[in-house]
C-alpha cells in the first residue's frame, strides 16, 4: 500500500509539468523515500514525462455518435436500394456441355442499375469483371464445378450490395476421352 501511494504520488508529480528534481533515499529499515527536497543519501532519480489526454466534452461525444447512426443509417437505405441482385444464366446446380470452355453469365437487378453502380461477377472468388449490361462472357472455364457470385459495386469500387451465389458444372471433352 505504501509503495502504490509513493508511485501515485510520483505520478501527481511528473503530471503538474513542474520540472522539480526528485530524490530517492532508503532508510536503515529499507524503506524507500521519494522527495523534491535534497537529503543526505538521498539519489537523483530521473521522471519522465507522463502522457496525458484530454478526453472531449460531453457534447462532442453525443454529436459524434448522432453523426455515425446517420452514417448506419444511410448505409443500411443505400445497401436496401436493389430488392433483387441474381444470376439470370446459368441457373444454379445446372451442368451443361461446353468443348472449348466459353460461357456467358448473364446477371440482373430489381430495380435496374442506378447511375454510378456496376455489377462485379467473380468465379470461383476471382473477379471476372465489372459492366452495368449484366453480361459477362468467359472463355477456357475449366470442367468441373465452379462457385459464381454477384454484387453490386460503386464508382468507388465500394460494394453496395450482395447477391446470388450459384454452383454449377460445366462438361469438357477431356484429352483422354
Known amino acids: 500500500m505504501k509503495k502504490l501511494v509513493v508511485v501515485f504520488g510520483l505520478l501527481a508529480l511528473a503530471a503538474t509539468g513542474a520540472q522539480a528534481q526528485v530524490y530517492k533515499s532508503v532508510d536503515e529499515h529499507g524503506n524507500v523515500t521519494y522527495t523534491d527536497e535534497a537529503s543526505s543519501g538521498g539519489e537523483p532519480v530521473d521522471v519522465k ?5 484530454t478526453l472531449p466534452k460531453a457534447e462532442q461525444v453525443k454529436a459524434f455518435e448522432e453523426r455515425q447512426k446517420k452514417e448506419e443509417g444511410s448505409k443500411q437505405k443505400a445497401s436496401a436500394r436493389y430488392s433483387r441482385v441474381a ?9 451443361f456441355h461446353s468443348g472449348s470452355g466459353d460461357m456467358t453469365f448473364a446477371v440482373s437487378s430489381q430495380p435496374g442499375l442506378r447511375p454510378g453502380d456496376l455489377f462485379e461477377v467473380s468465379l470461383d472468388g476471382q473477379p471476372i469483371g465489372q459492366n452495368a449490361s449484366g453480361q459477362f462472357p468467359i472463355s ?10 454477384v454484387r453490386i459495386v460503386d464508382k468507388d469500387g465500394s460494394i453496395v450490395q450482395e447477391g446470388q451465389t450459384i454452383t454449377f458444372t460445366i462438361h469438357r471433352p477431356s484429352v483422354q476421352n
Do not use: I, L
Open 140 to 149: 477456357n472455364v475449366f470442367r468441373g464445378t465452379h462457385n459464381a457470385s
Open 87 to 95: 444470376f439470370n444464366s446459368p441457373e444454379n446446380d445446372s451442368a
Open 49 to 53: 514525462p507522463v502522457t496525458t489526454v
